[in-house]
């Protein structure tokens, strides 16, 4: 089955603790994108790839570090430095960035971060 | 600054009844516009879109309306049905920009 596997779905971190978030598709896609959700704020786009070892920085990038090693991969960590990390992660692909405006935007579960 | 807005948090309908969810937007070169809908613990699956050269689009129960000159999107659910309680997001790109996404509206429908 095609689609975009999140690990883990729940997570807990001490405080100044790195964490790193899994995301895998096996869509072939070359874009991929890491949104935040919380509650009444919608979701906001942390760091998106268009193409194998590139990544741009999205609206609420600090904090967060990303890499794209891999088509496939592309794992978010949160750093001790992001000053609230409590929320729900939305890792999402499409086969082109344009490809998104179209619908092709294809969301994993989830993964729900917690700091404790 | 939010370039995307869903200003109502809520929406409650009766089942069979037509749901009306807004979006307004900022960014006037915006090219493309999206609903998605959201399950609680799961991600966003797509709903519909609309690009900027249309005003109206179209599928099955869900029709989404542009009216670009007053920055303006909305999606209309007829019949409405209790299993499309959900939360529903507008989302809106420039070609070749990533998607912005508004705080979304979260729709009940009652039997």
């Known amino acids: 089955d095609g689609g975009i596997t999140q690990s883990p779905k729940y997570l807990f971190r001490k405080e100044g603790q790195n964490v790193t978030l899994s995301c895998e598709q096996n869509l072939n896609h070359d874009a991929m994108y890491w949104y935040r959700q919380d509650p009444g704020q919608g979701l906001r786009l942390i760091y998106y790839?268009?193409?194998?070892?590139?990544?741009q920085k999205g609206d609420i990038a600090e904090g967060y570090s990303v890499s794209r090693e891999k088509k496939e991969s592309f794992p978010l960590t949160v750093t001790s430095a992001q000053k609230n990390p409590t929320a729900f992660y939305l890792c999402?692909?499409?086969?082109?960035?344009?490809?998104?405006?179209?619908?092709?935007?294809?969301f994993g579960e989830g993964s729900r971060l917690t700091v404790l | 600054d939010q370039q995307v807005k869903q200003n109502s948090p809520s929406l409650s309908v009766q089942e069979g009844r037509i749901s009306i969810l807004n979006c307004d937007y900022t960014?006037?070169?915006?090219?493309?516009f999206l609903w998605y809908k959201k399950y609680p613990a799961e991600g966003p699956t797509f709903l519909i879109s609309i690009s900027s050269i249309k005003d109206k689009n179209e599928d099955g129960r869900f029709t989404v309306f542009l009216n670009k000159s007053a920055k303006h999107l909305s999606l209309h659910i007829v019949p409405s049905q209790p299993g499309d309680s959900a939360v529903y997001f507008c989302?809106?790109?420039?070609?070749?920009?990533?998607?912005?996404f508004g705080k979304g509206t979260s729709l009940l429908v009652t039997p």
């Open positions: 989302a809106a790109s420039v070609l070749g920009g990533a998607l912005n």
């Open positions: 999402a692909s499409s086969r082109t960035l344009a490809g998104a405006n179209t619908g092709e935007l294809f």
């Open positions: 790839s268009q193409i194998v070892n590139d990544f």
């Open positions: 960014n006037s070169m915006f090219d493309y």
